[in-house]
Each structure stands twice: as C-alpha cells, then as structure tokens.
C-alpha cells in the first residue's frame, strides 16, 4: 500500500485542535494544490476566504449550528463556487454570459470540492487535522452578506484546519461491495451487508463516546432524510444566480 493511499485510510474529522499555529506559507502551498485539482472545462471555480479569529469568524461559528471549532481553529477557510470570474472573462470580449445553468452550478460546486480535498490531503500529509464544515449552509444568506459574496458566489462548505488535540478512531465506512458494482448496479445483497455494518457503527459509536451514543448508520440516515433538508437552499441558490435553468 503506498502512503498516500494509508494516508487517505485513516482520515478522520478532528474538532479539537491545540494552539499551534499553522505556517502560512505551507497554507498557500496546500492552496495551490488546491488550485491543481482537475476543474470541468478549466473553470477554476473555487475562491477560498481565509477569516482570521475575531469576530466575523465567532458570528460564523454560530450561524453554522453553534459549532465551537469553527472559532477556536486556528485556521478557517470558507470555500465558494464562484462564477463571477467567469463573468469578467466573458465582459472582456463582449461576449453575453448565459448564467444560470444547473450544469454551471453543478461544475462549479464539483470544482470546489475536488480543490478542497487536496487541501485536505495536503494538510493531513502535513500532521494537521481538519473538518468540513456544511453548517453554514444553515444561513448562507447571513454568510454571504458578511463575506460580502457578490451574485454568482455561494458558500459551499468551510473548512477547520489546525492541529489535532484529540485523536479519535477512523469512522468504519460502508462495506467496498455496497460502493463498489462490477458492470451493472445489483444492490440485492446490500440491504443485509448494511445490517452488518451498522452493527460496526452501532460499536463505533459506543467506544468513541464511552457508551454515550449507540446507533446505528442506518438509525442515523434514516432519522435525518425524514426531515426537511435546508429547504431555504434552491432560493437562495436562486437569488445567487445559480440553478434558474
Ligand atoms: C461537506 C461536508 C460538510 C460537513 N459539515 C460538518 C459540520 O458542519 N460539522 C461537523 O462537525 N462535521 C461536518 N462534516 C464532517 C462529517 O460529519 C464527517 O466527515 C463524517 O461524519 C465522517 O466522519 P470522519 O470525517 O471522521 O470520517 C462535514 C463533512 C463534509 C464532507
């Protein structure tokens, strides 16, 4: 197994991070690794905001669900999908841009996560830990307005990055058959390879929290898709300027 491969094995989200300082120059280089990721049509989609502790960074930590960690990481970035780029580009050779496509808002925020995982890859290399951060999509429109996004940019996710304080088990994922199909989609064995699995998980989950938490994936899954999913996002996408057509 080569290292990269290991590496990405042992993933984990980390929300506890000590007070060492992450190198800005090893920040941008992850960036510009970022920036490497392969983009639909050499779109180059993303723009990162990078929000320094204070303030905006606490307003955010509550707009995302109250999520401590987004103010005490030592770095926090907040990833866009961004076509307004693409809107000067066009204004350069007084082309009109047709907007609005839900293919564009699907290439953008395709681009914007690739370029984000390799960031990912890249500080996990580095010994740094990292978590994802779709809570502020809880209140993207508070989110935009305090970023000063303007139309045809959303917040996709953030990003804490920093390191770790904490050192929790891997998460057990689904097993490779359930993901992985060979020539045509048969699913028949799935329904009691998940029953296994959740076992897995049900332990997963007894062990991290010391018997606290005891569930299973598919009591996870099945409690969270009975509920609304931000119904506020194909407005706001909207008025954004993504997904009219
Ligand atoms: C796009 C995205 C958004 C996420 N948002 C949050 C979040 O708001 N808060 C949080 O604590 N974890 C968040 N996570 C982390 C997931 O909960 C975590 O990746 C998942 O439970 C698997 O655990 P692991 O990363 O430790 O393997 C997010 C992950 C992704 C990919």
């Known amino acids: 197994m080569t290292d990269i491969v ?22 941008e280089a992850y960036i510009q690794a970022g920036q490497a990721a392969a983009t ?4 180059q989609a993303t723009t990162v905001i990078q929000i320094s502790a204070g303030a905006t960074r606490d307003q955010l930590a509550e707009w995302a669900g109250g999520q401590a960690y987004v103010s005490t990481s030592p770095v926090f970035l907040v990833f866009c999908a961004d076509m307004r780029r693409h809107q000067l580009a066009c204004d350069l050779h007084q082309a009109e841009m047709l907007s609005g496509y839900t293919e564009q808002f699907m290439t953008a925020t395709i681009d914007v996560a690739l370029f984000a995982q390799n960031v990912v890859a890249c500080a996990e290399a580095d010994g740094l830990g ?6 502020l999509r809880n209140n993207p ?13 959303y917040p996709v996710f953030g990003l804490c ?20 199909k060979q020539d045509r989609y048969d699913d028949s064995a ?4 998940i029953r296994d699995y959740d076992t897995g998980v049900r332990r997963y989950y007894e062990t991290r929290t010391g018997g606290n938490k005891s569930m299973t994936w598919s009591e996870q899954i099945s409690g969270m898709l009975k509920k609304e999913a ?4 194909l407005p706001f996408l909207q008025q954004r300027g993504f997904l009219k057509r």
């Open 6 to 27: 290991q590496l990405l094995q042992h993933h984990r989200s980390i929300r506890k991070f000590t007070d060492q300082p992450v190198a800005q120059d090893r920040l």
């Open 40 to 43: 639909s049509s050499f779109i």
């Open 161 to 180: 990055l920093g390191y770790p304080d904490q050192n929790p088990e891997v998460k057990p994922r689904l097993p490779l058959s359930v993901v992985l």
């Open 230 to 233: 931000r119904p506020h996002m």
């Open 190 to 193: 799935d329904a009691d390879l």
């Open 130 to 135: 990292i978590c994802y951060i779709g809570g």
């Open 141 to 153: 429109d508070k989110v935009s307005s305090a970023l000063e996004l303007p139309e045809l940019v």
